[in-house]
């Protein structure tokens, strides 16, 4: 992967000092730094180009859904992750509103942030299943409220995957159904077996299983093709 260009927006500057070491040996490349989203405008008004946003949302204030429906605007083009201690439905909304690409959990290891940005990059979004999956059914707004989310945050696509898998399906087949590549899939299945603890794919089955994740398979025979696979 070649190396991306990424504007770091963080109150925290040990956090960016901290996140910028843990990139080093990463594509991911720091190329300039921001306290809010004051200052970050004013770098991409001034000429600023990354190709990766990475910001941290203080309050899911009306002021700062402004600030990256802004930052959108003048970078169409750009990649936007939201990185943050708190899973907040209020947060998440107004991200998904200003277009961002992912929101991401800082307790991330930092395998799984690396594989994150890449999946990002590759143009998939990246959101936590639960959060994403209350704002889709309309439970909850732009006024959201924050709730307990487990942190296993599988996204839309993994869960889609695990499907698959319980199918018996072959990483081709599962490129072919959600039309991606199979590069693809196997960063998608290597992100899932790493955030659930698995070590293949009979385990993730099991854990989809376990965890009221169906496919058109059930029970034993799911587990069955996944392990055939």
């Not at 004013?42 to 000429?47: I, Q």
């Not at 949302?57 to 936007?80: F, H, K, S, V």
């Not at 439905?89 to 800082?106: C, F, P, Q, V």
């Not at 707004?141 to 695990?162: A, D, H, W, Y």
Request: hydrophobic letters at 45%; one cysteine or more; aromatic letters at 2%.
């Amino acid at each position: 992967m070649d190396t991306v260009r990424a504007f770091l927006i963080d109150s925290n500057k040990l956090f960016r000092e901290g996140l910028k070491r843990l990139l080093d040996d990463s594509p991911f490349q720091i190329q300039a730094e921001a306290g809010n989203l004051r200052e970050a405008l004013s770098s991409v008004e001034n000429g600023l180009k990354p190709q990766l946003l990475l910001l941290d949302l203080q309050n899911g204030g009306d002021e700062e859904a402004e600030g990256m429906r802004r930052l959108r605007a003048l970078l169409p083009d750009t990649r936007m992750v939201i990185l943050t201690s708190d899973l907040c439905t209020r947060r998440l909304a107004n991200a998904l509103e200003a277009g961002a690409d992912g929101y991401l959990m800082k307790d991330l290891s930092s395998d799984a942030l690396a594989q994150s940005l890449k999946l990002v990059m590759m143009g998939e979004k990246v959101f936590p299943t639960h959060l994403a999956a209350l704002l889709i059914s309309g439970r909850v707004n732009g006024n959201g409220t924050e709730m307990p989310v487990s942190r296993k945050g599988l996204s839309q696509r993994e869960v889609q995957i695990l499907r698959c898998l319980l199918n018996g399906d072959s990483n081709k087949m599962i490129a072919n159904h959600l039309n991606i590549t199979e590069a693809t899939v196997k960063v998608h299945l290597k992100s899932l077996l790493r955030k659930i603890n698995a070590s293949n794919r009979t385990q993730a089955a099991i854990w989809a299983l376990n965890n009221g994740i169906g496919g058109e398979l059930a029970g034993a025979g799911a587990v069955a093709a996944a392990a055939n696979q």
